[in-house]
């Protein structure tokens, strides 16, 4: 019997060992930046392809990112401002368990409620070999935010409503993974953000996208912004770069920048209105170098006779349906959305204008009345004419006093 338990205990051990797992918390706030490291025994990498986030059957659009440090992933999302019960999904992975080589689809829930959280940051993790960019937006009031990394160290004070980007400079480490930890004094909300250095050293003249690759998803007929960071880790200033897509379907601010100094970053806005799913590249070039990034958007469409009421009015109505004009009627279902109950579900169908059709029915009532008048003169006219009568013993009366 002592020489099973051995054999037992590695049977209870093994599924812990190789099954995937992942460190989420079982509830975060609204606006909350979701960090979670993934273990297990990967026979492919995990990307972006593979991780999706859903409520109920929905598949909701977020910002996020998967990135490889060493044995195991990290997954970022900065998480909808709604309270609801999220899945995240691995999907199609290929992994090791229990002996056995595996394909196929892994679940973790969580949910989001409560307040909104004081703060964002953006991304959840780096991967780098120079200096990198941190967004922090404030979510309610102006907040004072401590940011530390290595030696480090740095308060900025966000607006409400606002977001700061700062320049965190890379430093020296010999670990194989270091965190910026970013807290407050005014919350008890604060991020570990994980930091893997790769090979250190920049070129005289450099120019990069903060991001080679996005995965994103959008909502049917929406108009969106993208802000993408293009920085210049190189040593000397850069000028004239030219900015562009290839596709003529993206809007670009700026098509030009006429300055980047070393260790500084631009925003480049994309502004797309996507129908279908689509895939882009953007450009940023100069005479001698070049970076590019590629975009890739996952449109979604709602089906809206999979929702209950209460589940319609937490979408506006762009993202299932539009707002018909007054000269328009929906052919189809109108329905209650965040911003109007009359969101049409269908299509919206030109109509006349209304003083077109006050106009026609004056006509028509106009021509009536002028049809029954004459009708009535025309009845009028029809009947015979009423001689006055003149008894004729007057004549009689007449004739006889000449005589």
């Known amino acids: 019997m002592r020489k099973l338990i051995p054999f037992l205990l590695v049977l209870l051990i093994l599924p812990s060992v190789f099954a995937i797992s992942v460190d989420l918390k079982e509830e975060y706030r609204p606006r909350e930046t979701l960090i979670a ?102 979510n309610v009031d102006p907040i004072t935010l401590q940011v530390e990394f290595l030696e480090f160290s740095t308060e900025v004070e966000v607006p409400a409503g606002r977001t700061k980007s700062i320049l965190v400079p890379l430093g020296f480490s010999e670990e194989e993974l270091d965190f910026v930890k970013v807290t407050s004094t005014e919350t008890d909300l604060e991020y570990e953000i994980p930091v893997n250095q790769i090979t250190k050293g920049a070129a005289a003249k450099s120019l990069v996208f903060s991001k080679t690759y996005y995965n994103l998803s959008m909502f049917k007929g929406s108009q969106n912004q993208i802000i993408l960071y293009l920085q210049n880790p190189g040593q000397e200033e850069l000028t004239n770069l030219e900015i562009f897509s290839s596709s003529d379907d993206v809007v670009i601010i700026p098509e030009t920048i006429s300055s980047l100094k070393p260790a500084t970053y631009a925003e ?105 008048i004459w009708k009535l003169k025309q009845k009028s006219l029809a009947k015979p004419q009423q001689k006055s009568f003149v008894p004729r013993y007057a004549e009689t009366r007449k004739s006889l006093s000449r005589t």
Do not use: H, W
């Open 268 to 372: 480049v806005n994309i502004s797309v209105v996507p129908e279908d799913d689509m895939e882009f590249t953007i450009f940023a070039n100069i005479e001698d170098i070049s970076a590019n990034t590629t975009v890739k958007i996952n449109v979604i469409k709602v089906d809206v006779s999979t929702l209950v009421p209460d589940e319609i009015k937490q979408y506006s109505c762009p993202e299932i349906g539009e707002i018909c004009t007054d000269s328009q009627y929906c052919e189809g279902q109108e329905v209650s959305t965040l911003e109007t109950e009359n969101c049409c579900v269908g299509e919206c169908k030109g109509r006349f204008p209304t003083s077109i059709v006050i106009s026609i029915v004056l006509i028509i009532a106009i021509g009536a009345i002028g049809y029954y």
């Open 37 to 138: 490291k993934v273990t297990g025994n990967f026979l492919e990498n995990l990307d972006k392809d593979n991780v999706f986030f859903y409520s109920d059957r929905l598949l909701v659009p977020m910002d996020y990112d998967v990135g490889k440090f060493g044995d195991y992933f990290y997954i970022y999302a900065v998480l909808p401002n709604k309270e609801r019960n999220y899945t995240l999904k691995l999907e199609d992975i290929f992994y090791f368990e229990m002996g056995e080589d595996k394909r196929g689809d892994l679940e973790f829930n969580f949910s989001v409620s409560g307040s909104i959280a004081n703060y964002t940051v953006n991304p959840g993790f780096v991967i780098t070999s120079k200096d990198f960019n941190l967004d922090l937006e404030s």
